[in-house]
């Protein structure tokens, strides 16, 4: 029973294993899944002779392709597309034993297959290789080839008859990269205790980034990992659970519908919450926050062929308007700055951006604010501006801004700054031993500068965040150390980003051509801390990994 007097939702689960303690389910994970010949094709790719050192190259094997990798004298070969997108890694990077995506800079070890940093959540799968007679011949499962992804095998959470249901080892607030990375990488460890994770969302875990990029995306087919896969892996997630209150005097967690749970290790992960817009007529219908697949469908549905009005020049807010632009009768975007980007990429990319969304029939009206929304019925019929100008809507998307989701732990004793971020040091512990942080929330030393806290609300980040906060519950020690990689894409042009501190000041934009045509944009202040390209891969991944080597690049060297 939960402390509320309810049954509680949670299964049975082993509640004393340890990372020491490996189980594997004997029938549905085996060290060798493909066992049966047939199941295998063996194909010579190429003569030893072909590749030099440090070069990849894409092979057919017949029933799919591999990338055939010569590293340090050595042969390899994994899958050749990123399990993230599908992106084709013959056109990454490849450095120090791993490959690094072109599109959105998530790493792979040529040695292993297994993904190094984020996004996505799968590995590659690894083939054999073997020279005979000067030719390279690769060995592989016809079902690896296909699939051109792999789980990485997870331990198993094994049921006691003792089990505590108000008690878990590891508690998750939060079912986003970070939250779902945590609990991955905690199983593949070989973690056999029990894990729960939870979330104020009704659905599975999903990949938010779309949801402003395809607003027409259904929540299944957002989804990350179906309900089998949390269940064949024992791990607990518990939806539309909100989270009121921590002690961390007691280790409990209170839950606005009474139920309680005692925790051992916890990592809070609560994400973004939206700057609520503040006017006359706030309560109006048809004015969203964009939070949801839900709320995605509805936007793309109420705009088709209507006036739809985006407030807001953020990433979030331009992605949505770029996709409203075919759909839409009308599109404005109401912006506070002269340009849209101005602060991440400069005055001359943001009007760059500005006049390709012009050209696609938005109209931008910025350095304004809302004043009041009109509605007719209950329903958005105007958008006042403090300019005085009226736009007709039929839809209203709020994209000005958000902050940390936290102010349930305001009382906590876990230390927060101003502005409600937690603070956690590299190994993504706050200040109360036990007790992890990651995602938007926080500020984090970013090895790049010095250790400088910043708090970087990427994607890719908060998969980091979650793994590192997975492997020091463990007690592995490991510092965070990545490079923050971001992307956006509109009018099927993607803008990558790559950025050795995050928030510098001070910053010069240089090397800016057409928005058009291929790009790249370095930005310094006295060296390159950031560099961003549309179509022009992979600059951005290659700078990424000069930034994470420790290297320096100068500003004379790209002026």
């Known amino acids: 029973m939960s ?3 309810k049954v509680s939702p949670l299964p049975n689960c082993r509640p004393n294993g340890t990372a020491k303690h490996f189980h594997y389910e004997d029938k549905s994970i085996t060290l060798s899944p493909y066992q049966n010949p047939r199941d295998f094709v063996e194909t010579a790719v190429c003569h030893v002779k072909d590749l030099e050192n440090g070069q990849m190259r894409e092979v057919d094997m017949g029933c799919g392709k591999a990338l055939l990798i010569k590293d340090s004298g050595e042969f390899c070969a994994i899958g050749h597309k990123c399990p993230h997108y599908g992106a084709p890694l013959v056109k990454g990077v490849l450095s120090k034993g791993r490959v690094r995506c072109p599109w959105h800079g998530a790493c792979f070890s040529t040695a292993t297959g297994d993904i190094e940093d984020f996004p996505g959540l799968d590995s590659l799968p690894k083939f054999q290789v073997r020279v005979e007679k000067e030719k390279v011949i690769i060995r592989a499962s016809k079902q690896a080839l296909q699939s051109q992804k792999r789980t990485r095998l997870m331990t198993k959470c094994t049921a006691l008859s003792n089990y505590n249901a ?3 080892n590891v508690l998750i ?3 986003g990269p970070a939250g779902l990375v945590c609990a991955e990488t905690l199983r593949q460890e070989g973690y056999s205790d029990r894990i729960v994770m939870c979330t104020t969302e009704k659905n599975l875990p999903y990949d938010r980034p779309k949801l ?8 299944e087919q957002l989804t990350l990992r179906p309900m089998e896969f949390f269940q064949r892996h024992d791990i607990e997630l518990l939806r539309e659970k909100e989270v009121v209150a921590v002690d961390i005097k007691t280790k409990t967690v209170t839950f606005r519908d009474g139920l309680q749970l005692e925790y051992r290790k916890l990592l809070i992960a609560t994400g973004s919450k939206p700057k609520l817009l503040n006017c006359k007529g706030k309560d109006v219908e048809n004015v969203f926050y964009l939070r949801t697949p839900e709320d995605a469908n509805h936007i793309a549905k109420l705009a088709s062929n209507k006036n739809a009005v ?3 020049a953020s990433y979030v807010g331009m992605e949505v308007a770029a996709y409203l632009a075919e759909k839409a009768h009308s599109v404005s975007v109401i912006g506070l700055e002269d340009v849209p980007f101005r602060k991440a990429l400069g005055e001359k990319v943001g009007r760059s951006i500005m006049k390709m969304f012009e050209n696609n029939r938005v109209k931008f009206y910025m350095l304004n604010e809302v004043s009041e929304l009109r509605g007719h019925l209950g329903k958005l019929k105007e958008v006042v501006l403090n300019s005085g100008k009226v736009l007709r809507a039929d839809v ?3 994209g000005a801004g958000s902050g940390p989701a936290t102010s349930f732990l305001k009382h906590s004793g876990i ?7 937690l603070t956690v040091n590299k190994l993504m512990q706050t200040n109360v031993p036990g007790v992890f942080a990651g995602g938007d929330i926080v500020t984090f030393p970013l090895s790049l500068r010095n250790n400088k806290k910043f708090n970087v609300p990427h994607w890719q980040m908060a998969h980091m965040h979650g793994r590192i906060a997975a492997l020091n519950m463990l007690d592995r020690m490991v510092e965070i150390n990545t490079v923050p990689y971001f992307w956006t894409a509109m009018f099927g042009k993607s803008l990558r980003y790559a950025e050795e501190t995050y928030g510098q000041l001070n910053r010069k934009v240089g090397t800016a051509l057409p928005v058009f045509s291929s790009q790249q944009i370095m930005i310094w202040s ?8 549309m179509n022009y891969d992979p600059i951005v991944s290659k700078v990424a990994e000069v930034f994470g080597s420790g290297k320096t690049i100068r500003k004379r060297d790209v002026e």
């Open 526 to 533: 006295e060296d390159v801390v950031a560099v961003a390209s």
């Open 396 to 398: 209203c998307v709020i």
């Open 310 to 312: 985006i407030v807001g």
């Open 173 to 175: 607030i939060g079912a």
């Open 3 to 5: 402390p509320n007097g």
């Open 415 to 421: 230390h927060m700054d101003s502005k409600g971020f």
């Open 166 to 168: 108000g008690f878990s």
């Open 212 to 219: 402003s990029k395809s607003l027409e995306s259904t929540s």
